[in-house]
Structures are given as structure tokens and as C-alpha cells.
């Protein structure tokens, strides 16, 4: 039975799903700032949330065991996909299982949602967000819009949705918070495609450091990096708090990958990975911290 949970565990990526979490920490704080919060409603999206991302990672990995991508990649604390396929440990339809069973759990919740508000505007979110999670592996990573499709369905559209249903209401403040959101998401799955370039790249997988080579991809990553700390800067001159301007901070964090990003010479280390991580999901819960400090500043 523990086997057998930790095979569930390892096809489920469920060291990444606590990121879900804390993109959804950021319009919690924001409906909290604002008097909207509803404490079942925020525990259903978040829910839906972990579960969307289960259900994507679950059909990510079946999808690369089909097409052979585990077996030509070097896993990574952080890329390079899970060996639990290749090494026997769980079957190719488990996987399957599992991206379907989570699909229907989130459909599940979002009908719930739709029932309560309607379907305009929440629905088309939840139908958008449905077709990246079905489509990403098979579809849009395939067609160069793999890092697009990460920005939204990870970071904007769920920013938006989980604020709009804490009141049925989307503010300016909710569109202006999941810019920042889309562009952490856009770089998280960037910069994890480049230890894996030769295997998706044989594999029929479309990115940007295969479309666009390594070298000018890099200097994406940096553009994308900038424009997030200039999205938090703009956050508090359209009328936050100050205390947003924490997520600014964790861009130390980017000094090293930066510098491995920019140096044609030089490779992406796992410590990159890791500080690069540690940007990831440091900046939205610095986001979300600055959003609930500013209650008491403000």
C-alpha cells in the first residue's frame, strides 16, 4: 500500500504541487485585503487547483513514457521528468488513470462553481484553463507555445479565478496582480526546458531554445525576469501598497542562473535550478505577503 502511494506521489510530481498553493495565496490575499474572502469557496479553488496540476502532470508523464522522452533525458531534482514508468514501478495506463480520474475531479468543481455564478465570465476561465491542462503535453508544447501555455494555466488564469470566486466579482487589482503571475510561470517552465533541448527537440516537442537556440532563449529568460520585477514595481504605482515591492527581493535569487544563462560557455547547473526554483516560488508568496502587510499599512 506505501509503494503504491508513493508511485501515485512520483507520477503526480506532488513536490510541485504546493506551488499551485502559492499561486493560489496571492488573490486569497488580495480578497482578504479587499473584504471578500470566503473560506469554502477558496478551499474548493484551491482543490481544483491541485488537482488541475495533478491531472497535468499525470498525463505529462504518461505522454513522455509513450514517446520515449524519459528514456533519452537525465532526471533532475527540478527537469528531466520521473522514472517510475521506465523502471517498471507503475504501469503506462496508471498514468492515464490518473490524468483522467483528476480531470473529472476539476470538471467536478468547476461545474460546481458555474452553477453558483454562471458561466460568463468564470466559465470561459475554466474552459480555457480545461483545454491547457488536456492540451499542454500533446498539443501546445508541440506547437512553441509550451511556456505560454504555463504562463496562463498556472499563473494568470488561476489568479483570476481564484479571486473571482471568493464574490463573483474580478477587479482591476485581480487582472493587474496575474501579470506577475503569468510571467513567474512563463520562466518556470523556461528555464527547466534546457537541461532537456536534444530529447524534446527529437521528440517533436517546439520551445524556445529549440526554436530559437539556448543562447537567445537565455537572454528571453532575462527579459521575462526584468518585466516580472518591473510587473511588481507597477503593482504598487497603480495603487498598492508598498509593501508589494517585497517580491522584488527574491530576484537576487536569479544572479546565477542569469549569469550561466548569458555565458555561451557555460551550462545550467542544478544549482541554477534550484535558486531559479527558489525565484519561482518565492516571488508570488512575497506577492502575497506584500498584499496582506499592506492591510495594516494601508
Request: aromatic content about 10%; hydrophobic content about 50%.
Given at each position: 500500500?506505501?509503494?503504491?502511494?508513493?508511485?501515485?506521489?512520483?507520477?503526480?510530481?506532488?513536490?510541485?504541487?504546493v506551488?499551485?498553493?502559492?499561486?493560489?495565496?496571492?488573490?486569497?490575499?488580495?480578497?482578504?485585503?479587499?473584504?471578500?474572502?470566503?473560506?469554502?469557496?477558496?478551499?474548493?479553488?484551491?482543490?481544483?487547483?491541485?488537482?488541475?496540476?495533478v491531472?497535468?502532470?499525470?498525463?505529462?508523464?504518461?505522454?513522455?513514457?509513450?514517446?520515449?522522452?524519459?528514456?533519452?533525458?537525465?532526471?533532475?531534482?527540478?527537469?528531466?521528468?520521473?522514472?517510475?514508468?521506465?523502471?517498471?514501478?507503475?504501469?503506462?495506463?496508471?498514468?492515464?488513470?490518473?490524468?483522467?480520474?483528476?480531470?473529472?475531479?476539476?470538471?467536478?468543481?468547476?461545474?460546481?462553481?458555474?452553477?453558483?455564478?454562471?458561466?460568463?465570465?468564470?466559465?470561459?476561465?475554466?474552459?480555457a484553463?480545461?483545454?491547457?491542462?488536456?492540451?499542454?503535453?500533446?498539443?501546445?508544447s508541440?506547437?512553441?507555445?509550451?511556456?505560454?501555455?504555463?504562463?496562463?494555466?498556472?499563473?494568470a488564469?488561476?489568479?483570476?479565478?481564484?479571486?473571482?470566486?471568493?464574490?463573483?466579482?474580478?477587479t482591476?487589482?485581480?487582472?493587474?496582480?496575474?501579470?506577475?503571475?503569468?510571467?513567474?510561470?512563463?520562466?518556470?517552465?523556461?528555464?527547466?526546458?534546457?537541461?532537456?533541448?536534444?530529447?524534446?527537440?527529437?521528440?517533436?516537442?517546439?520551445?524556445?531554445?529549440?526554436a530559437?537556440?539556448?543562447?537567445?532563449?537565455?537572454?528571453?529568460?532575462?527579459?521575462?525576469?526584468v518585466?516580472?520585477?518591473?510587473?511588481?514595481?507597477?503593482?504598487?504605482?497603480?495603487?498598492?501598497?508598498?509593501?508589494?515591492?517585497?517580491?522584488?527581493?527574491p530576484?537576487?535569487?536569479?544572479?546565477?542562473?542569469?549569469?550561466?544563462?548569458?555565458?555561451?560557455?557555460?551550462?545550467?547547473?542544478?544549482?541554477?535550478?534550484?535558486?531559479?526554483?527558489l525565484?519561482?516560488?518565492?516571488?508570488?508568496?512575497?506577492?502575497?505577503?506584500?498584499?496582506?502587510?499592506?492591510i495594516?499599512?494601508?
Amino acid at each position: 500500500m506505501i509503494r503504491r502511494a508513493r508511485t501515485y506521489l512520483e507520477i503526480a510530481r506532488a513536490e510541485f504541487l504546493v506551488f499551485s498553493l502559492v499561486v493560489a495565496s496571492v488573490p486569497v490575499s488580495l480578497s482578504l485585503a479587499t473584504g471578500g474572502f470566503d473560506l469554502t469557496n477558496t478551499a474548493l479553488a484551491s482543490l481544483l487547483l491541485v488537482s488541475a496540476h495533478v491531472a497535468v502532470n499525470s498525463i505529462n508523464v504518461a505522454s513522455d513514457y509513450r514517446r520515449g522522452i524519459d528514456e533519452d533525458t537525465e532526471a533532475t531534482r527540478f527537469s528531466g521528468g520521473v522514472d517510475t514508468l521506465t523502471s517498471g514501478r507503475a504501469e503506462y495506463t496508471t498514468a492515464r488513470k490518473m490524468g483522467f480520474v483528476f480531470s473529472v475531479v476539476s470538471v467536478g468543481i468547476m461545474i460546481w462553481f458555474v452553477r453558483l455564478y454562471g458561466f460568463f465570465p468564470i466559465g470561459t476561465v475554466f474552459v480555457a484553463g480545461l483545454a491547457l491542462v488536456v492540451g499542454y503535453t500533446d498539443v501546445f508544447s508541440r506547437i512553441g507555445l509550451g511556456e505560454t501555455s504555463c504562463g496562463l494555466g498556472l499563473g494568470a488564469l488561476p489568479t483570476v479565478g481564484v479571486f473571482y470566486v471568493q464574490s463573483g466579482d474580478v477587479t482591476p487589482k485581480a487582472m493587474l496582480v496575474s501579470v506577475p503571475m503569468f510571467l513567474v510561470c512563463f520562466n518556470l517552465l523556461l528555464l527547466n526546458e534546457f537541461p532537456d533541448v536534444e530529447a524534446d527537440a527529437a521528440n517533436g516537442r517546439v520551445n524556445i531554445p529549440i526554436a530559437f537556440g539556448t543562447g537567445v532563449a537565455g537572454y528571453v529568460y532575462l527579459a521575462v525576469a526584468v518585466a516580472t520585477v518591473a510587473s511588481v514595481v507597477g503593482l504598487y504605482a497603480l495603487g498598492f501598497s508598498p509593501t508589494v515591492l517585497l517580491a522584488v527581493l527574491p530576484s537576487i535569487l536569479l544572479y546565477r542562473p542569469l549569469s550561466e544563462l548569458t555565458d555561451p560557455e557555460a551550462d545550467i547547473t542544478e544549482r541554477s535550478l534550484l535558486y531559479h526554483t527558489l525565484w519561482t516560488v518565492s516571488t508570488p508568496a512575497s506577492v502575497s505577503l506584500g498584499v496582506l502587510l499592506g492591510i495594516f499599512v494601508q
